[in-house]
C-alpha cells in the first residue's frame, strides 16, 4: 500500500490539495488540461476514506467510460488496505442500472431486460415495415432520433408538441414505447430516464439514497447532458436543500466537445446558479506542455465567451515551440507534413507525433504522401481512406466498369444500396456463372433474366443493376465514371437514409474526396478509370507493407484525440470551412465549441505544435482559394513562427525540421533557417473579423471566388507552386528549366495534362 501523506505531500500542489483534503462541502473543480485532474478525484475518493474514515458504501463516484472508471479504481486500490471494501466507480449507466435492478418493488418492473443497440434497431424495424414506411426511414435514422430526444428532452409531451415538425417519427416513437412496455423492455437511454423518474416519485427511494450515500463525485462534468445534470441534483437535493455532505465536481468547460451526442456546456457553467454554496477551484498548473504552447491555447480560447476565466501555466519552460505552415495546396502540405516525420523518425520514434485533423476526408492527402515516403502509420478511431466502407462500394462499382468479371466486386455491391437481392439470390448467380465463367456479369443476368431463373421482382431488381453500368467502360474519364454510378445508384440519398447525421456528412466528405483525388489523378495523366484504379491498386499494396511496423504517426480526428498526449503534434487543414466547418460559422455557441476543439488539439502536444493551412485545395479540376482558420490567426505572433512554403523546396525543409527539432544532424548551430518573411498579416481585430464575415457571406452565397493571379518576382519559380495560365487555367508547378536569356522553362501540371512553358506566360498564386 502506497504511503497516502507523502503522495499528498509529494505528488500535489497547493490548488489540487484544496479540491482533496476538505471533508465537506459544494466543490466545483476546474480542472485544465493536462493539469492532473483524475490524480485530484482519485486523491480525493482515497482521502475521505483514509483520512475522514467515510465508509467506501457511502462514496458514489460517476465518469464516462468504463475505462476512465478502471483507471480510477486501479489508482484507488494503491492507497487502501488488501482486501478494503471498494466504492462504488462506474459510468452514469451502470450505476443507473444497478438502482432500478436493486429498487424492482420501488420501480414496479421485475426482471427487466436490456434492448441493445442492435435489438433496438430490430424492434424499430419491425415496427417501420408494419407502418409501411420502409421507403421513407430506415431504423437506424429512427433510433438515432429517438435518442436524441431521450439525452435533450425531459419530459416529451404526450401531445406530441415536440413532434410537431415530425409527425412520422412521433408515430413510430410512440410504438416504438408501446412495444418496449409489453416485451418488460428498456433501452440503453431508458436507464437514466427510470432512474431520475424514480428519484422524481418516489420519497421512501430518495430518502434511502440520501441515508446511505454521503459524497458525490463526478468526473468530465462538461460531457454530461441534461437527464444526467438532472439527475446529479435529485441524487444531492431534497428541493432546495443539499442533502450529501461533499459533491466534487470534476470538469473543464473548455473541452467540451460532445454537443453532437447530447452534452451541454450549460451545465457546467450553471453549477452556481443549481448549488449557490459550491466553492469553485481552479486547476491551471499543467504537467504535459511547455509553457509557450500553454500561452498560445490560453490566448485562442480566451475568444470564447462562455468560459470560466482561467490560464495554463506549466514549469516548462521553452522557446520556439509552435510553427506555422502556409502551404501552396493540400498536396504540398501532405508533402512537406511527411518531410517533418522523416527528418524526426531519424533518431526519435514516429509514435512521439500525431497528425490531427477536423474531419477523416481530410487524410486522403496526408496517407497518400506518407505512403509515397515510406512513413508507417496508424488511422486512431478509423480506417484507411482507401478501405473506408463508401469508398470500397464505389471503387468496387469502377472495378466493374473496368472489368465486368470481377465476381468480389460484383458481390460486393449487388446489393449496395439494397436491391433485395439476398443470399439465396447470390447463391443461385455465383452457380450459374461457375457454369458460364466467359459471360460478363450484365450478359450473364442477361440471361437469368430470359431464362426466368429467378422471380419477376429479382429480375426488375437486377436489371436496374445492369442499367447502371450503360455506356461506361475503363476507358472513360474517372470522374464522369464516379459521377454516373453516383447519380444512377443514388448512393448519396443511401448514405442519408441509413446513417445518422453525423455520420452520413462524414461518409459524404469522405466520397467528395475520392472525386478530388479522381481529379487530381487526371491531372497528373491517370485519366481512365482502369488506369486510376491501378495507382489506387499500388497505393494500397504500398499501403500493406506498412502495416506491421511496430513505429508508426498516429493519424486521427482532433475528437478522437481527446484524452491522448504526444511529443509532437501536427494540425492540419487549419481553413475556414474546414475548421471551424461550413456548419458552425453562422452560430456563436457552434463556433466556440469549434474553437474548444482547437484548444484541445492544441493542449494534447507536449514538447512542439505544428499548425498548417493550404492556401488553395484542389477541388472539381481546380485549385479553389482558401482563407485560413480564425483560430489559426488567433495565435499570437510571437509565439509563432510561420514559414511561407511556397518558396520552400525538400531539402528546405530538412534544414528547417532537423533545425527545430535539434537533431545531431542540424544545419545551423541553435539557428532556425526561414526561407521568406512571415506570411502571417498584422491584422487589427476588425480587419480579422471582416475577412471571416466575407468568407461566410461568399459560402452563404454561392461566390466563394476561384484564386485571381497575383504579381510575384520570377525568381521564385519553385516546384509546387501553384501558378495560372490564360488557357490551361490552374496548375502545379512540376519542374523548372532556367534558360540562357535568363527566363525559365517551366513544366506545369495542369487538369488538361502536362505543359512545358515559358515562364512570361505564367503568373504565381
Not at 547 to 573: C, P, R, S, Y
Not at 635 to 644: F, K, R
Not at 650 to 659: I, N, P, Q, V, Y
Request: glycine share 4%.
Amino acid at each position: 500500500m502506497e504511503d497516502f501523506k507523502k503522495h499528498l505531500e509529494n505528488n500535489l500542489n497547493a490548488q489540487q490539495l484544496k479540491a482533496v483534503k476538505p471533508k465537506n462541502g459544494i466543490f466545483q473543480v476546474i480542472a485544465g488540461a493536462g493539469s492532473g485532474k483524475t490524480r485530484v478525484i482519485t486523491s480525493r475518493i482515497a482521502n475521505l476514506i483514509t483520512t475522514h474514515n467515510v465508509s467506501p458504501s457511502a462514496i458514489l463516484a460517476l465518469t464516462f467510460t468504463n475505462k476512465a472508471a478502471k483507471e480510477m479504481q486501479e489508482r484507488i486500490i494503491n492507497f487502501l488496505d488488501a482486501g478494503s471494501a471498494m466504492p462504488f466507480i462506474g459510468t452514469f449507466h451502470s450505476y443507473c442500472l444497478q438502482i432500478l435492478k436493486t429498487n424492482k418493488a420501488i420501480f414496479n418492473n421485475q426482471d427487466f431486460t436490456i434492448l441493445d443497440q442492435d435489438d433496438q434497431q430490430k424492434l424499430i424495424a419491425s415496427i417501420i415495415k408494419r407502418k409501411n414506411l420502409t421507403k421513407q426511414v430506415t431504423p437506424k435514422n429512427i433510433a438515432y432520433q429517438i435518442s436524441t430526444i431521450k439525452n435533450t428532452v425531459l419530459n416529451v409531451s404526450s401531445d406530441g408538441s415536440y413532434f410537431k415538425k415530425d409527425p412520422l417519427l412521433h408515430q413510430i416513437y410512440i410504438k416504438y414505447e408501446e412495444e418496449k412496455l409489453k416485451s418488460n423492455c428498456l433501452d440503453f437511454d431508458d436507464l437514466m430516464l427510470e432512474a431520475l423518474h424514480l428519484f422524481k416519485k418516489s420519497k421512501r427511494f430518495k430518502d434511502q439514497f440520501h441515508e446511505r450515500v454521503q459524497h458525490i463525485l463526478v468526473d468530465e462534468y462538461q460531457d454530461t447532458n441534461v437527464v444526467q445534470h438532472a439527475l446529479l441534483k435529485q441524487m444531492c437535493k431534497n428541493s432546495d436543500q443539499i442533502m450529501v455532505d461533499s459533491l466534487c465536481i470534476v470538469g473543464d468547460e473548455d473541452q467540451s466537445i460532445y454537443s453532437w451526442r447530447g452534452a451541454t456546456v450549460d451545465n457546467i457553467m450553471q453549477i452556481k446558479k443549481d448549488f449557490p454554496e459550491t466553492h469553485q477551484i481552479k486547476i491551471e498548473q499543467n504537467y504535459r506542455s511547455v509553457q509557450p504552447i500553454l500561452e498560445a491555447a490560453n490566448h485562442v480560447i480566451a475568444n470564447n465567451k462562455n468560459r470560466n476565466p482561467k490560464k495554463l501555466w506549466s514549469e516548462k519552460q521553452a522557446r520556439n515551440r509552435i510553427k506555422g505552415l502556409c502551404c501552396t495546396s493540400n498536396y504540398q502540405e501532405g508533402d512537406i507534413i511527411a518531410s517533418f516525420l522523416k527528418v524526426y523518425s531519424k533518431e526519435k520514434p514516429l509514435k512521439d507525433c500525431a497528425v490531427l485533423y477536423r474531419t477523416h476526408f481530410q487524410s486522403r492527402t496526408i496517407e497518400e504522401a506518407l505512403i509515397k515516403n515510406s512513413i508507417p502509420y496508424k488511422i486512431v478511431g478509423g480506417v484507411q481512406f482507401y478501405e473506408r466502407k463508401e469508398i470500397k462500394d464505389l471503387l468496387a462499382y469502377m472495378r466493374l466498369v473496368a472489368n465486368p468479371f470481377d465476381r468480389v466486386s460484383f458481390f460486393r455491391v449487388i446489393n449496395t444500396p439494397s436491391r433485395k437481392l439476398g443470399e439465396q439470390f447470390e447463391e443461385v448467380f455465383y452457380d450459374h456463372w461457375n457454369l458460364n465463367p466467359f459471360l460478363k456479369f450484365d450478359e450473364l443476368s442477361n440471361k437469368l433474366i430470359e431464362d426466368k431463373v429467378i422471380t419477376k421482382s429479382k429480375a426488375e431488381s437486377l436489371l436496374a443493376f445492369t442499367k447502371c453500368f450503360e455506356n461506361l467502360t475503363g476507358s472513360d474519364k474517372p470522374n464522369l465514371c464516379l459521377a454516373r454510378i453516383l447519380e444512377r445508384t443514388q448512393y448519396i440519398p443511401y448514405i442519408k437514409a441509413n446513417h445518422e447525421i453525423e455520420e452520413a456528412e462524414e461518409r459524404i466528405g469522405n466520397i467528395k474526396e475520392l472525386a478530388r483525388a479522381i481529379d487530381f489523378f487526371e491531372g497528373q495523366k491517370i485519366d481512365t478509370v482502369s488506369k486510376f484504379l491501378d495507382e489506387v491498386a499500388l497505393i494500397q499494396d504500398k499501403l500493406s507493407d506498412k502495416n506491421e511496423a511496430k513505429d508508426f504517426v498516429q493519424l486521427m480526428t482532433l475528437h478522437a484525440a481527446k484524452g491522448l498526449e504526444f511529443e509532437n503534434v501536427i494540425m492540419t487543414g487549419l481553413e475556414e470551412g474546414i475548421f471551424p466547418s461550413t456548419r458552425s460559422i453562422y452560430e456563436d455557441n457552434k463556433l466556440e465549441e469549434e474553437r474548444r476543439l482547437f484548444y484541445v488539439g492544441m493542449t494534447r502536444a507536449k514538447e512542439r505544435l505544428l499548425l498548417s493551412h493550404s492556401k488553395h485545395r484542389y477541388a472539381y479540376g481546380q485549385m479553389e482559394e482558401q482563407t485560413s482558420s480564425r483560430f489559426f490567426d488567433e495565435v499570437p505572433q510571437d509565439l509563432i513562427q510561420i514559414e511561407d512554403c511556397a518558396y520552400m523546396g525538400e531539402h528546405h525543409f530538412a534544414r528547417l525540421f532537423s533545425d527545430w527539432i535539434g537533431l545531431k544532424g542540424s544545419f545551423g548551430p541553435g539557428s532556425i533557417i526561414t526561407f521568406g518573411e512571415s506570411s502571417k498579416p498584422n491584422l487589427k481585430p476588425s480587419t480579422i473579423v471582416n475577412k471571416y464575415k466575407e468568407f461566410a457571406h461568399k459560402l452563404g452565397t454561392g461566390t466563394v471566388k476561384q484564386p485571381q493571379p497575383v504579381q510575384s518576382v520570377s525568381s521564385v519559380w519553385k516546384k509546387s507552386r501553384a501558378v495560372t495560365h490564360p488557357k490551361f487555367g490552374v496548375g502545379l508547378i512540376d519542374d523548372v528549366e532556367k534558360k540562357d536569356d535568363g527566363n525559365f522553362k517551366v513544366t506545369v501540371k495542369f487538369k488538361s495534362g502536362i505543359k512545358k512553358l515559358d515562364s512570361s506566360f505564367l503568373k504565381l498564386l
